[in-house]
């Protein structure tokens, strides 16, 4: 195995309603001893600060993005259009748009949305500084998505490098078989 270096604080970002998965799994990551922030996104701009690391502290070098995802784009929560900001961008996050915001250099961002991890989207964040995307490439079972991080976080907390801890948490059945990962 190869080692590398066990992040210490997990920046969780949670965008819009998605039940007890943020919950459930920084009650997991917190028990492997991680330290996981909670970031609540409820408006564009919310999720402008998280991209671009304005809104994380700087010992944070992993991103888990909660979110619902929809042919490659994050669903963002609507909002009445009396509270957007001037300038502010409206509906659903595509490649484009993550491209234009995204400043994580060294970064490893894991995200839970369903089809963000298309090539489009992969490329928007490693050229945004990332060094290993993770998404699922279709619609993943809520459940599966729950195991496959745990997994993948207890394979981290052993040690293991992401490609590895990767391997080992898709390979669990068909369902977690759906998660990509792009260095």
């Known amino acids: ?33 991680f330290r996981v922030l909670f970031i609540p996104v409820a408006r564009p701009d919310d999720l402008i600060a998280v991209l671009n ?45 993550l491209r234009a ?3 994580l250099p060294e970064f490893r961002v894991l995200t839970t949305a369903c089809t963000l991890g ?19 490439l279709g619609y993943i079972e809520g459940n599966a998505t729950l195991v496959f991080v745990v997994h993948f976080y207890y394979r981290i907390a052993s040690g293991a ?7 080992s948490a898709k390979s669990l059945d068909e369902e977690t078989g759906l998660y990509a990962f792009w260095t």
């Open 161 to 167: 490098a992401g490609a590895e801890a990767w391997n």
């Open 101 to 103: 915001v995204v400043r």
């Open 118 to 136: 298309d090539e489009a989207t992969a490329r928007a964040f490693l050229d945004g500084g990332c060094r290993e995307y993770i998404a699922p």
């Open 53 to 97: 690391r304005s809104a994380l502290y700087p010992d944070v070098s992993d991103l888990i993005l909660c979110a619902h995802g929809d042919e490659g784009e994050i669903i963002m929560p609507e909002l009445h259009d009396s509270v957007y900001r001037p300038d502010e961008p409206r509906g659903n996050w595509d490649a484009g748009r």
């Open 1 to 33: 195995m190869q080692e590398a270096a066990i992040p210490r604080t997990i920046a969780m970002a949670i965008v819009g309603e998605t039940g007890g998965e943020p919950a459930a799994i920084r009650a997991a990551l917190e028990y492997f001893g």
